[in-house]
């Protein structure tokens, strides 16, 4: 018998894999470019990977020579717990190193919070990034949902305070949102922090997709509160998600019993070597900001003039489609794609949305104009 999550996939995961875009039955994130490149024999240089949303401005300048240099030193362990890259993180937020921890990527967090918090009852703010759902689940969790819904995907304060009082131990919301992209402003989050407070509830929010809005971040007040826990990282904005680098930002003595139960090591001594070079650039944090608002407003403004497809307005580097087409599902289009090695993300898998939707990551203007003209195609 099929489990809920592949129950979800339905027929647009199992016309994928028979298509052999994507063999792994348990496919369930973008960016699966190596096996898309096995399936189909084509080099992974000749793919345009929308399902991923990374900056598309590549990483900073310096990060390259860093890099370089930093191979001699491989040869000697990594600091422990990465502590001379959490004190560069906790200054370039303006917090108390004691309250920052660093892991090989956000997601071994999100399995590090799962296990350490072990929350009988846990609500999901959905459609959001499916580790959560995994994570929860590993540790034996009841798991539920509170669904944003179509056509807006903005969280209703009422009902969500409605749902906290039901006994929940954790609630978890992304912030901008993912797969939506959709944004909840900071005094909004402030209020789900002291509705979370006033009913005894942990909330983790994961602000993977927040450096791209940072006056938006909740970090300031994580590191006060012990109700609540950030989730960041720095592989999306950066552009290194191979070297795995991610953090929280929560109250110290939280951190204290989170580290206790990570595994030393985690980071590689290059990821923090280049997390540090990365963080001294400012230059290239404004330049891919202004970029991206620019390019995701120009991307969007694009897709919404095809007929048949609805784009979402998005605080974030990618963009929710929907298909509105009668005849015509996301899992089509996508195949389609697939056939000029280009890659997008199936949302069908995501909870609270459905076999119309799919995601594309904001490019340059050369490669989204690539990906417009070959959307054109599918679409007649």
Not at 151 to 166: P, Q, V, W, Y
Request: glycine fraction near 6%.
């Amino acid at each position: 018998m099929r489990n809920d999550e592949e129950a979800m996939r339905g027929p647009q995961s199992q016309s994928l894999n028979r298509q052999s875009a994507f063999p792994d039955p348990q496919f369930r994130h973008g960016g699966n470019v190596h096996a898309f490149t096995r399936a189909q024999g084509v080099a992974p240089e000749d793919v345009l990977d929308f399902s991923a949303s990374i900056n598309p401005l590549g990483w900073p300048p310096a990060v390259r020579e860093t890099y370089r240099r930093a191979l001699s030193r491989i040869v000697h362990y990594p600091e422990p717990y990465a502590e001379t890259l959490a004190v560069a993180l906790a200054e370039y937020h303006s917090l108390d190193p004691a309250g920052v921890l660093v892991g090989n990527g956000s997601t071994q967090l999100i399995h590090l919070l799962a296990r350490t918090l072990a929350a009988p009852r846990v609500l999901l703010v959905a459609p959001l990034f499916s580790e959560h759902e995994a994570a929860f689940r590993l540790g034996g969790a009841q798991v539920e949902y509170f669904y944003l819904r179509p056509f807006h995907f903005d969280l209703s304060l009422e009902h969500l305070g409605a749902s906290l009082t039901k006994g929940y131990n954790t609630v978890v919301l992304t912030n901008p949102n993912s797969p939506t992209g959709t944004l909840v402003p900071r005094a909004q989050g402030e209020e789900v922090v002291r509705m979370c407070r006033h009913t005894r509830v942990k909330l983790v929010i994961d602000e993977t997709f927040v450096d791209w809005v940072e006056e938006e971040s909740l970090k300031q007040l994580a590191a006060r509160s012990p109700h609540l826990i950030v989730l960041r990282s720095m592989t999306k904005f950066f552009a290194v998600p191979g070297l795995r680098i991610g953090y929280l930002i929560a109250q110290p003595r939280l951190v204290g019993r989170l580290r206790a139960r990570l595994e030393p090591w985690s980071v590689n001594t290059v990821a923090q070597e280049v997390a540090l070079a990365c963080l001294r650039d400012q230059r290239f944090v404004q330049r891919s900001r202004k970029f991206m608002a620019q390019e995701r407003a120009w991307l969007c403004a694009q897709l919404a003039a095809l007929k048949g497809l609805r784009p979402f307005p998005s605080q974030a580097n990618f963009l929710l489609v929907q298909v509105t087409a009668d005849a015509l599902r996301a899992a089509e289009l996508v195949e389609s794609l697939a056939r000029e090695n280009l890659l997008v993300r199936a949302c069908a898998d995501f909870r609270g949305l459905g076999r119309r939707f799919f995601r594309v990551a904001v490019r340059t203007r050369r490669e989204n104009q690539r990906l417009l003209t070959a959307l054109r195609t599918a679409l007649r």
